[in-house]
């Protein structure tokens, strides 16, 4: 497939996929905001200096991007930095960190996609992968440097910075083996690029073969390792996670089951049915990985006859008190990391059903006894290394969660030692941080990476 054929058929598809985005806008009106951005308008990034461009797809990308964006505003202070998401997720949650960057505070006081307060933190939408909207985004954005978070593969993106001559640097890179067979099929789909001027940071040796083997040459590939384990958790966190402990589960088990799909929430409820009859009283946090699912899992929720609880809710006084329900329902966006904090138990969703998974990392390295299901293709190196250490327990249906979820439960000291060794083996791994500052010409030690 050569690109203008795949260029054709973006175009073919863009209408509807615009009238998917204004179907979906219609239960979620963050679909509509920066409708223009994704055309590659909007207005002109301010000052006079060239840009940093990073593209991070979504939540997951945004958070793991934070620790870059920190050290790139200490070293080039004056320099504007645009964070492009392609969901409204990403995008709400880029605009909260950047507003608790600009503020001089914690990301968490950015909760809730307020304003960024400093016009030089920008977070839009990623424009269509088509010429003409990348080149209205380089127009406006006036990047000196491009930085692609992890597996944003897009062949009119990176052919149009190379061609503008922007240097591009793929961070904390990752390609899987199918992926890079079917991309393999079509040489002259990313090759062209892909030779002409990317760098590439890859997590493991195996995906630095796979992007050579895609035309990057050698000289221009290094092993960085993973930049997500390098956003360490810091004392305001572990504050907040203290608070929500001490005012929702004083004297009761904790359990988060994050970024869930369909199916998922179903599994977790059966497993809390469960330590509710053997407990007598425990708390379940329960947080939907996408926002436009929040109304049917409530529903859902609505059914089971246990104390349920929205948390936007709770935020705005409204509804009982958290301390006498017993389900959270996380309907929020940006708030599960500060509920990982809280907890004495975290399964991470995803993972029970083929969407590949989520981020281990993020309880792993608060020290929380973690449970997940085997799917985990977007980050296998990951899941693999804190399964072989025993910081996180691996289930494969809704029976064996309830089972190994009730045994963390009823002995502290395995849940003490799983925390203690995901913490560990997080902490061990950090790193990727310099490597990739390394590679932008930038020497010396980051600023502090907590968050």
């Known amino acids: 497939m050569t690109r203008r054929l795949y260029t054709l058929l973006v175009m073919l598809a863009l209408p509807f996929a615009s009238l998917g985005v204004l179907w979906r806008s219609l239960s979620d009106p963050e679909y509509r905001r920066g409708w223009s951005e994704r055309f590659g308008r909007g207005e002109p990034l301010p000052g006079s200096e060239r840009a940093v461009w990073i593209h991070a797809v979504s939540v997951g990308e945004v958070q793991a991007a934070l620790p870059l964006i920190k050290a790139l505003r200490q070293q080039w202070p004056e320099r504007p930095i645009v964070v492009t998401s392609a969901t409204p997720a990403g995008r709400t949650r880029a605009q909260s960190l950047l507003a608790g960057l600009s503020a001089g505070n914690s990301p968490l006081a950015g909760l809730g996609g307020k304003p960024v307060a400093d016009p030089t933190l920008q977070a839009r939408y990623a424009p269509y992968d088509l010429p003409g909207c990348i080149g209205r985004a380089v127009e406006r954005f006036r990047p000196a440097l491009l930085l692609v978070m992890e597996t944003e593969l897009?062949?009119?993106?990176?052919?149009?910075?190379?061609?503008?001559?922007?240097?591009?640097?793929?961070?904390?890179?990752?390609?899987?083996?199918?992926?890079?067979?079917?991309?393999?099929?079509?040489?002259?789909?990313?090759?062209?690029?892909?030779?002409?001027?990317?760098?590439?940071?890859?997590?493991?040796?195996?995906?630095?073969?796979?992007?050579?083997?895609?035309?990057?040459?050698?000289?221009?590939?290094?092993?960085?390792?993973?930049?997500?384990?390098?956003?360490?958790?810091?004392?305001?966190?572990?504050?907040?996670?203290?608070?929500?402990?001490?005012?929702?589960?004083?004297?009761?088990?904790?359990?988060?089951?994050?970024?869930?799909?369909?199916?998922?929430e179903q599994a977790a409820m059966w497993a809390h049915g469960r330590l509710l009859r053997e407990l007598g009283d425990a708390l379940l946090v329960l947080a939907p990985r996408h926002a436009p699912r929040f109304k049917d899992v409530a529903q859902m929720l609505a059914g089971t006859g246990l104390g349920v609880l929205k948390y936007s809710d709770w935020k705005q006084g409204k509804g009982d008190d958290p301390a006498r329900c017993q389900v959270l329902l996380l309907d929020t966006i940006g708030d599960l990391e500060a509920c990982y904090a809280a907890a004495d138990i975290a399964f991470v969703g995803g993972s029970l059903v083929p969407q590949g998974g989520h981020s281990l990392l993020e309880p792993a390295a608060l020290g929380v006894a973690t449970v997940t299901g085997h799917h985990h293709e977007a980050a296998p190196a990951v899941a693999e290394g804190l399964v072989a250490r025993g910081a996180v327990t691996q289930v494969g249906n809704s029976f064996e969660l309830s089972d190994e979820v009730l045994r963390l439960a009823q002995d502290k000291e395995a849940r003490t030692r799983m925390g203690a060794t995901g913490a560990a083996v997080t902490a061990a791994n950090r790193g990727a941080l310099l490597r990739e500052l390394s590679l932008l010409g930038i020497k010396g030690s980051p600023p502090p990476l907590a968050g």
């Open 154 to 264: 897009w062949p009119n993106l990176l052919q149009g910075c190379v061609h503008a001559r922007v240097p591009v640097l793929l961070v904390s890179a990752r390609v899987s083996e199918r992926t890079a067979t079917r991309l393999g099929r079509f040489p002259s789909l990313l090759r062209p690029a892909l030779a002409g001027g990317v760098r590439v940071a890859a997590q493991t040796a195996e995906d630095a073969a796979r992007f050579r083997a895609l035309g990057v040459p050698e000289q221009r590939v290094v092993v960085a390792g993973n930049l997500k384990f390098d956003r360490a958790p810091g004392e305001s966190l572990r504050k907040a996670g203290a608070e929500l402990r001490a005012r929702w589960a004083p004297r009761r088990l904790l359990w988060v089951a994050g970024s869930t799909h369909a199916g998922e």
